[in-house]
């Protein structure tokens, strides 16, 4: 059974950093793309970065900021978030595909000052 449990989450102080890790269980790790999904209250689930293999892709709206990172030795998958801004406010949402596609059951990032 496959399981991804996202944390690292909190309350954080505009320009404050945090790191979000996901620990996936029951799956070939190495063969998912990975990623990390966003949603805000009110509003449609987004992505945020993703990583397969050494190539990375990150929302234009986190470029500069977010990091996302991956331990295929560790089965985890990382988010360190640097400057955020109270528009980074929502649940975080860890994801695997390949293809079938699995989510964890996500982690609250607050931020306000």
């Known amino acids: 059974q496959v399981q991804l449990v996202e944390s690292g989450g909190g309350l954080v102080q505009p320009g404050g950093s945090l790191r979000l890790s996901c620990a996936a269980s029951?799956?070939?790790?190495?063969?998912?793309?990975m990623g990390w999904y966003r949603q805000a209250p009110g509003k449609q689930r987004e992505l945020v970065a993703s990583?397969?293999?050494?190539?990375?892709r990150h929302a234009d709206s986190v470029k500069g900021r977010f990091t996302v990172s991956r331990d295929n030795a560790k089965n985890t998958i990382y988010l360190q978030m640097n400057n955020l801004k109270p528009d980074d406010t929502a649940v975080y949402y860890c994801?695997?595909?390949?293809?079938?596609?699995?989510w964890g059951q996500g982690t609250q990032v607050t931020v306000s000052s």
């Open positions: 029951g799956m070939r790790f190495g063969f998912y793309i």
């Open positions: 994801n695997g595909r390949n293809p079938g596609e699995y």
């Open positions: 990583i397969t293999g050494g190539t990375t």
